[in-house]
C-alpha cells in the first residue's frame, strides 16, 4: 500500500486523523514533527527559539529523506513541510497526499495553538500565512478535504475520495 501523506495547516487536524487512519485501516502512524522532536532532543518550540527555523526546516528535510519510497505509513507532516519542493519529492515516491483544508479562520478561533511556534503573531499573521501557503497546499494534493464538521465526517470523505481515486 501507498503511505498516505496528511498535509495542511497547523490545527487542521492531520494527527488525529492519521492516528485513526493507523488505527483503523492498519498502516503505521509516523508524525513528522515527532521524529524532529525525537531527533533533536527538545520541543519544536525549543528548537525554533535555541536554533532557528532555518535548523528545523533542515530536520524536516531529513526526516523526509528518511522515509522516502516507504509504504504502508500514514505521515501526519507539519504545516510547513509542503513549502519544500524536496521534502514532497521525497513523500510522493510512495505517497498520496491528502490536504485538510481547513479553513484558518476556524482553526485559529476554535484550535489550542499555544504550542506552535508560527501561530503566535495574531490571528491576521495565522491568516496571511496560510494565503500564502494555500496555492502550494493545493497544488501538492493529490485529494483534498472538506468537511470538518466532526472527526468522522472528516475520514469518511477521506476514506470516499481514496476509493474513487481507485
Ligand atoms: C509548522 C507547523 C507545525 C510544526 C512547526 C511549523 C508550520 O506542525 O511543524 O511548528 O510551519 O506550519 P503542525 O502543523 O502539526 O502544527
Known sequence: MK???????????KTTCARHIAMIHGGSFVDTDARIVERAGMSISDIFEQAG???FRNLETE??????????????TGGGLIL????????KKNGIFIFLNRPADEIYDTVSLRRRPLAQNGRDAFLRTFQARE???????DIIISD???VNATLNEIKEKMEGMR
Do not use: W
Not at 503511505?3 to 490545527?11: A, F, H, K
Not at 496555492?135 to 494534493?141: D, L
Open 3 to 13: 503511505s498516505i501523506v496528511l498535509t495542511g495547516m497547523m490545527g487542521s487536524g
Open 148 to 150: 470538518f464538521s466532526t
Open 63 to 76: 526526516i523526509c529523506r528518511t522515509l522516502s519510497g516507504q509504504g504502508d505509513l500514514i505521515i501526519a
Open 84 to 91: 519544500r519542493e524536496e521534502n514532497v519529492a521525497y513523500l
Open 135 to 141: 496555492a502550494c497546499y493545493r497544488a501538492t494534493a
Open 53 to 55: 527555523e532555518l535548523a
